[in-house]
C-alpha cells in the first residue's frame, strides 16, 4: 500500500501535469494581470458579477493557486475521507469546484463514480471537463454553471458535498454550508474550508463554526487546512480554515426500517 507521501506525490504530479502553467507563468504578474485586488478580492460587486473574473482565473490556476495550499488540502481530504469512508460507488457534489483538482484525482484514485461540479465561472467548468475527457472519465462528470446556492440538485442526493475555499468568495457564504446540508444525504459527509477574513466575506473563525454547528450539529470537526504559524507577536497563515461534518440521519426514518 502506498505511503501518504507517495500519495501526495502522485497529486503533485497530476497536478504538475494539469495545471503546467505553474512552471511557466510568474505568479506576482499574473495577479497584476488578471487584477487580482481590484476585480477579486476587494471587488465589492454581487456574486455573479465574479464570474468574468474567476473566468480569467480559470486559464492561469496553476500560477494562481500554490501547489502547497493544495497538497495541504488533499492530506486533510484523504484523512477525513479515511473516517467517512468515500466508497468507489458513491457520488460526490462539489460546490464552487474550479478546474476539480481534488475531485478528478479523487475518481483516479477509488474516489468516487459519480462526480457533479457545480461553479458560476463555465471557464472553470470548461478546464475540469478537458482535464476529465483526457483522463476517460468525462461521462461519469456532470458539470452545472451556476451560483453554488442554487445548482437545483435534488436534496439529499450526495454522499459526500465538497465547498473547498470558495464560499470566503461570497458575502451569502451562510448559504454555502444550508446548501451543503441540504443536497448530502442522511449519513453524508462533508467537507467545508474558507479562507477567514477574507475582504470580500470577511468570515471569522466562530461565526463559521457557529454556522457550520447550526446546519450540521455540533459533530463537527475544526482545524487548519495549513497549520497556524506563529512569527513574533503575530499569528501567520491563519487563513484556510476548515469544517468535516456528517449529515445526522434522520431519527423517525431509523425507527421506521
Ligand atoms: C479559489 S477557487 C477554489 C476552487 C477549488 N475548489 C479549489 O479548491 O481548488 C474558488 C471557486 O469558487 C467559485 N465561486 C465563487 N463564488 C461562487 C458562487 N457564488 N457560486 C459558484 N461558484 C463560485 C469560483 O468561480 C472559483 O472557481
Not at 502553467?21 to 487580482?36: C, F, K, N, S, Y
Not at 454522499?159 to 451543503?180: K, P, Q, T
Not at 443536497?183 to 474558507?194: A, F, Q, V
Amino acid at each position: 500500500m502506498a505511503t501518504l507521501q507517495e500519495v501526495l506525490d502522485n497529486f503533485q504530479q497530476f497536478w504538475e501535469l494539469f495545471f503546467p502553467e505553474q512552471h511557466t507563468l510568474h505568479r506576482e504578474e499574473v495577479l497584476t494581470a488578471i487584477g487580482d485586488l481590484e476585480r477579486g478580492g476587494n471587488c465589492r460587486a454581487p456574486d455573479p458579477e465574479m464570474a468574468a473574473y474567476q473566468n480569467d482565473v480559470a486559464g492561469v490556476y496553476g500560477a494562481y493557486e500554490a501547489v502547497r495550499y493544495q497538497l495541504y488540502t488533499l492530506r486533510n481530504l484523504l484523512e477525513s475521507q479515511q473516517r467517512g469512508d468515500l466508497r468507489p460507488d458513491q457520488h460526490l457534489v462539489s460546490l464552487g469546484c474550479g478546474p476539480a483538482s481534488y475531485e478528478l484525482w479523487l475518481m483516479m484514485n477509488q474516489g468516487p463514480r459519480r462526480v457533479t461540479l457545480v461553479d458560476h465561472s463555465p471557464a472553470m467548468l470548461a478546464r475540469a471537463r478537458s482535464i476529465a475527457e483526457r483522463l476517460g472519465v468525462s461521462e461519469r462528470v456532470t458539470t452545472i454553471v451556476s451560483d453554488a446556492t442554487s445548482s437545483g440538485l435534488p436534496p439529499k442526493s450526495a454522499d459526500w458535498v465538497f465547498c473547498l475555499n470558495g464560499m470566503h468568495w461570497s458575502s451569502n457564504w451562510r448559504r454555502w454550508i444550508y446548501e451543503a446540508g441540504r443536497i448530502l444525504k442522511p449519513g453524508g459527509t462533508g467537507y467545508l474550508s474558507c479562507t477567514l477574513k477574507f475582504p470580500r466575506s470577511r468570515i471569522q473563525r466562530g461565526d463559521f463554526e457557529a454556522a457550520v454547528q447550526n446546519r450540521f450539529g455540533r459533530g463537527a470537526e475544526f482545524d487548519h487546512v495549513v497549520p497556524p504559524r506563529q512569527i513574533g507577536e503575530h499569528v501567520a497563515f491563519d487563513m484556510r480554515y476548515y469544517a468535516v461534518v456528517q449529515m445526522k440521519v434522520d431519527s423517525s426514518r431509523r425507527k421506521r426500517r
